[in-house]
């Protein structure tokens, strides 16, 4: 189990830590706990003011523009820190100190990795997304083109990324919140299934975007102190931090540097490159984080904001970092949180940690800041984790409602008032789907569930977008064929490659048909080739239109002429 | 948007000049963040020794220092971004709207 955890709490994007697991049942046993007044408390006080935000947000929400975008009245500082709420996950938290924790230096490599997606947004996707769409990334991607083909084939890489992010979000966070609150784990699957429904279905965007708020300034205030108080401790000198680091970890040295050993994050350099294209364009791709830019007023906004989440995000990563070297320091070396009777069987302190690997930080929080601060800690990763799968549970849902419902089935003449209905009918489904899967996936390593959704939105979503706003010869059928070869690449790289093929499959060691950890590589190369030449190839009377659609869009993209105001709703 | 004022827009020569000028800043820091990034990651795979080495004598290393700017680097041309495309860019969006839908 707990190698199922560092997996599914690091994102791990294809990647395997070989750490020496002992039997992790018994580890959860040592660690679980019973009622802790105060971490359950704060977390009391947490879910009744995102109740009572839910209860003020339904009020607002009416229309369509409401549910979907919070009717374009986002500010750009608050949509950046939604964005970041949105995006800094438990599993980042959590994920990335104990990596940092195990590893050392490793873990700096995926923080890298995970931010520079965001700068990509900004020079190439927000200003054209804000002014061509209004709820979802398929407005734009199916701007100029045939609607029913490409809403169809955004919905599915919506869906599919939506899926696979979703349960392994929701496999993490019912196994750590058995850890840090001492729930059954079906009893947190249900938890967090319900509160997300909640906040989801009456609170439609705008709950949703308030409960990120309030979250990433939580998470951002909450990992601060810990950074601060593990600092202070070393007169404000991080290399005093790192000297006393190498000096406990039993890698030593090695810890400041890039790890090569089996399993270590980068194992080749054709998979460090797929993996990196991967995080880099996934980023761009990934539906619920697309969704954000349409709750801001303007394209002014739009790039505010990404500005601002950029900062958080990479502020936060930094922060993981020293958090992790502070848990070196002062979680290693106390006896107290260090399992004897594994110590005594070979493990090594790393490894014989109590709750092992995803408690790094909840336990440094205990050290440097008492039961307080590790109640505080605790609840606000539970909080961490409700933000992101409502989230993604809204963009789930907009994908079936807007996309599927309303332009496919209905032809675009759906009224407002069914098309929300169903969209609230469509998260109820999602939300018993999260909470279905979530317990039965609850023994299985869930972690290529991000890597996967990633890859697919490297290798679907990103290629259609990105080409239909700039590539004017772009046609209906080469975006559906490319999108298509792109998402089904991608989701058949993953299945085949070791981690799914062998891990999950139980198949033979070395049958694995791929050996590339993630298959951005191929899979994003093939969905651009495919949309290219088939495209190209196109003589048909549609594929006229779509290239002579191109001027229109193009000029609405640049100047924002015609795009939706926040009050034009 | 009628046919009329969608070409009277692309005829005007701000508007051609908002969008060479803008998509040639886009691209070159596009570029730019790739280099930086992917340069990182192949520093990783190929020279892990290098990063690993010690930047002043201490534990610190040359690899800590690079990691850490590659994240500074990266929320810095961001903000250089917004700050073209909320200023300059912002300014002449206007302007081109003002005149051709007089």
């Not at chain 1, 205030?221 to 000096?247: C, D, H, Q, R, S």
């Not at chain 1, 409502?390 to 089935?409: C, E, M, P, Q, R």
């Not at chain 2, 201490?58 to 909320?86: D, E, S």
Request: charged share 10%.
């Amino acid at each position: 189990m707990n190698r199922k955890l560092l997996h599914a709490l690091t994102l791990g994007v294809g990647l395997t830590p070989g750490l020496a697991l002992a039997d992790g049942v018994s580890t959860a046993g040592a660690v679980q706990r019973s009622f802790d007044p105060i971490a359950v408390g704060m977390f009391v006080f947490f879910v009744l003011v995102t109740l009572v935000i839910t209860y003020w947000a339904a009020k607002r929400t009416k229309t369509a523009a409401q549910f979907y975008a919070a009717g374009g009245g986002i500010t750009g500082l608050q949509n950046g820190l939604a964005i970041a709420g949105d995006y800094m996950s438990a599993a980042s938290f959590l994920g990335i100190s104990a990596f940092v924790y195990a590893w050392g230096y490793d873990g700096l490599i995926y923080s890298v990795g995970w931010l520079v997606g965001w700068p990509i947004v900004t020079f190439l996707i927000a200003e054209p997304l804000r002014n061509l769409g209004r709820f979802t990334f398929a407005d734009v991607a199916s701007f100029r083109f045939e609607q029913a083909p490409i809403r169809v084939l955004a919905a599915c890489g919506t869906l599919v990324t939506v899926a696979f992010y979703l349960i392994a979000q929701m496999v993490g966070a019912g196994a750590l919140i058995k850890i840090l609150f001492g729930l059954e784990y079906w009893h947190a699957e249900v938890l967090v299934g319900c509160l997300m429904i909640l906040y989801v279905t009456f609170g439609g965007m705008i709950a949703t975007t308030w409960v990120q708020i309030i979250k990433a300034c939580l998470l951002l205030g909450g990992a601060t102190l810990m950074a601060i108080l593990v600092l202070a401790a070393f007169g404000f000198n991080p290399g005093a931090l790192f000297a006393k680091a190498v000096e406990v970890h039993p890698l030593g040295g090695a810890i400041m540097g890039p790890i090569f050993k089996p399993g270590a994050p980068v194992s080749t350099p054709l998979s460090a490159i797929s993996t990196g294209l991967a995080l880099m364009f996934g980023t761009c791709g990934l539906p619920h984080i697309l969704m954000r830019f349409f709750t801001v007023g303007n394209a002014k906004e739009a790039r505010k904001s990404v500005f601002f989440a950029t900062g958080f995000i990479g502020y936060f990563y930094i922060l993981t970092f020293i958090i992790g070297f502070g848990a070196i320091v002062f979680v290693s070396t106390n006896p107290d949180f260090i399992d004897q009777a594994k110590l005594q069987a070979g493990a090594s302190v790393i490894t014989a940690t109590k709750g092992f690997p995803n408690m790094a930080a909840p336990l440094l929080a205990k050290a440097v800041g008492g039961d307080l601060l590790f109640g505080f800690i605790s609840a606000v990763a539970f909080a961490t984790m409700l933000a992101v799968v409502s989230g993604l549970t809204l963009a789930g849902a907009s994908a079936i409602s807007h996309d599927l419902y309303a332009t496919v089935f209905r032809g675009g003449k759906a009224n407002e008032g069914d098309e929300i209905r169903v969209s609230k009918i469509a998260t109820v489904c999602l939300g018993v789907f999260a909470i279905a899967v979530g317990i039965l996936a609850e023994r299985l390593n869930v972690a290529f569930g991000v890597g996967l959704a990633f890859a697919i939105a490297a290798s679907c979503n990103f290629p259609v977008l990105i080409m239909s706003m700039f590539w004017k010869n772009m046609t209906t059928r080469g975006a559906v064929v490319g999108g298509f070869l792109g998402l089904i690449t991608a989701f058949l790289g993953v299945v085949l490659s070791p981690a799914v093929w062998e891990g999950i499959f139980g198949n033979p060691k070395g049958s694995a048909l791929v050996t590339i950890d993630n298959p951005a590589l191929f899979s994003m190369l093939l969905a651009f080739v495919g949309i290219y030449v088939v495209s190209k190839l196109d003589s048909s009377a549609r594929a006229s239109k779509d290239r002579a659609g191109f001027a229109a869009q193009f000029v609405r993209s640049q100047t924002g002429i015609g795009a939706e105001g926040a009050a034009a709703h | 948007m009628a046919a009329t004022s969608l070409e009277a827009i692309q005829n005007n020569p701000k508007y051609q000049h908002l969008v060479a000028t803008r998509r040639s800043l886009g691209v070159t820091l596009s570029i730019l963040v790739c280099v930086i990034y992917f340069g990182f990651i192949l520093l990783v795979a190929f020279a892990p020794s290098f990063l690993g080495a010690s930047l002043t004598g201490g534990v610190t290393t040359v690899g800590i220092l690079v990691g850490v700017l590659v994240i500074v680097l990266a929320f810095l041309l961001t903000g250089y971004y917004v700050n073209r495309a909320n200023g300059a860019y912002d300014t002449l969006t206007k302007q081109i709207i003002e005149e051709t839908t007089k």
